[in-house]
């Protein structure tokens, strides 16, 4: 009789339901954080938020900076153009632990379905138009999908974005 008053008791904890939440271990991460770096935004504002940036370079009255965005115990760069006293342009290099699943969802849940897709080997490539801007976003699978890139930059083209500045270094010279 004794034992079944200390076995009862532990059966009964032992087969209650856990009301844990599982997140991934990414996701308290907001798409509001990379607003701060859309086109158009104070940078004295970035530098009281992310401190002083590496400046990086400067051609033609086009600044480029580096910051960086602490999430959890990684930090990742987020560079910024700022043309006339405004950020131009950003170009975040994402870390590879995000889950692309949640990351492209959001991006969906703001911007709608993305206006082009493109796929390379094992990388992916999505382009949404919206309220003049255009948001580029990258991601690749290996044996998980993870994000590469997310970059925005207005419509018009008038000054080079990072993006296509980067494409360009990674050409071939020729000889």
């Not at 087969?15 to 996701?27: G, I, T």
């Not at 051609?59 to 760069?77: M, S």
């Not at 382009?127 to 044996?143: F, G, M, P």
């Amino acid at each position: 009789m004794i034992k079944l008053f200390i076995i009862l008791p532990c059966l009964i904890v032992m087969f209650q339901p856990l009301n844990a939440k599982v997140e991934p271990p990414n996701y308290n991460f907001s798409l509001d954080t990379l607003s701060e770096f859309m086109p158009g935004k104070n940078p004295g504002e970035i530098e009281k938020k992310y401190g002083k940036p590496e400046q990086m370079n400067d051609v033609r009255g086009i600044l480029t900076k580096k910051f960086y965005v602490a999430q959890i115990r990684y930090k990742f760069p987020v560079m910024v153009q700022i043309k006339d006293g405004v950020v131009f342009d950003f170009f975040a290099r994402l870390p590879t632990y995000f889950l692309h699943d949640i990351f492209f969802q959001s991006l969906v849940n703001r911007m709608g379905k993305q206006n082009t897709y493109r796929k390379v080997g094992e990388e992916a490539v999505y382009t949404w138009e919206k309220d003049n801007l255009s948001h580029v976003y990258s991601a690749s699978c290996t044996i998980t999908c993870f994000p590469v890139f997310y970059t925005v930059f207005p419509s018009d083209k008038k000054t080079e974005p990072l993006i296509d500045q980067m494409k360009k270094a990674n050409q071939p010279r020729k000889p």
